[in-house]
């Protein structure tokens, strides 16, 4: 069965400090997707990143990166020099890709609260 | 270009009340999602379209849920003798054809049943 933990509920941090999203999963098949959703008070879940599962480099993408790796079935983000700005739930997601139309399983979400 | 849309973006219900839900997704995209998230957590599939076909509705709590797109773009949600368990956010998503594919979300209505 599919299925993603992210243990971490809530963070609290100050800003400029560095935090880690942590996100593990479980899956049977050899070929999925991987993702990251931000979603702040607004309420919209904004997308952040995809990985497929054949890709295991690590990407960074301005104060944001990841780190892949499949030995622990981990996918955790990490924030640098956190912003107020970065305040929000953040979910991480496992997509089955063997056919379109597959949903995709969310973690319960990590709250992230950076406080100037 | 215009991303999902979801009207209305607040709804309260009488328990008992029936109501509609629409989503208006990104033009051209071929598959469509609707999940629902209760407070606190992640969301949670419901059903999934591909163009005006129900190709999976496994994710519907119960029979009082149903889902169309009849003309395989705009799609509705109703909920018939809405309860009280049936508050949550009801998101919305779509994304072009194939498998893996980035799901890009509306921006939820919050449906409250008193």
């Known amino acids: 069965a599919q299925k993603v933990t992210q243990a971490q509920t809530e963070i609290s941090v100050v800003e400029k400090e560095d935090v880690t999203l942590d996100c593990v999963y479980e899956?049977?098949?050899?070929?999925?997707?991987l993702f990251w959703y931000k979603q702040p008070p607004s309420g919209e879940l904004v997308f952040l990143i995809r990985?497929?599962?054949?890709?295991?480099q690590n990407e960074i993408s301005g104060r944001y990166s990841w780190n892949f790796q499949k030995s622990t079935s981990s996918f955790n983000f990490t924030i640098t020099a956190s912003q107020v700005v970065d305040s929000a739930v953040y979910f991480c997601?496992?997509?089955?890709?063997?056919?379109?139309?597959?949903?995709?399983?969310f973690g319960k979400g990590t709250t992230l609260s950076v406080s100037s | 270009g215009a991303g999902v849309s979801q009207s209305p973006r607040y709804k309260v219900a009488k328990r008992g009340q029936d109501v509609a839900l629409r989503c208006d997704p990104i033009?051209?995209?071929?598959?469509l999602f609707w999940y629902q998230q209760a407070l606190g957590q992640g969301p949670e599939f419901l059903t999934y379209f591909q163009n005006e076909a129900q190709l999976d509705k496994s994710g519907l709590p119960s029979d009082r849920f149903f889902a169309e797109r009849p003309e395989g773009s705009v799609s509705t949600l109703k909920i018939q003798r809405t309860q009280q368990e049936d508050s949550a956010v009801y998101l919305c998503a779509s994304t072009p054809s194939g498998a893996g594919r980035t799901q890009y979300f509306g921006p939820g209505t919050r449906l409250l049943v008193l």
């Open positions: 990985r497929n599962s054949f890709d295991e």
């Open positions: 899956t049977r098949d050899t070929t999925y997707y």
């Open positions: 997601a496992l997509s089955e890709a063997d056919q379109a139309g597959t949903a995709l399983i």
């Open positions: 033009s051209g995209h071929v598959s």
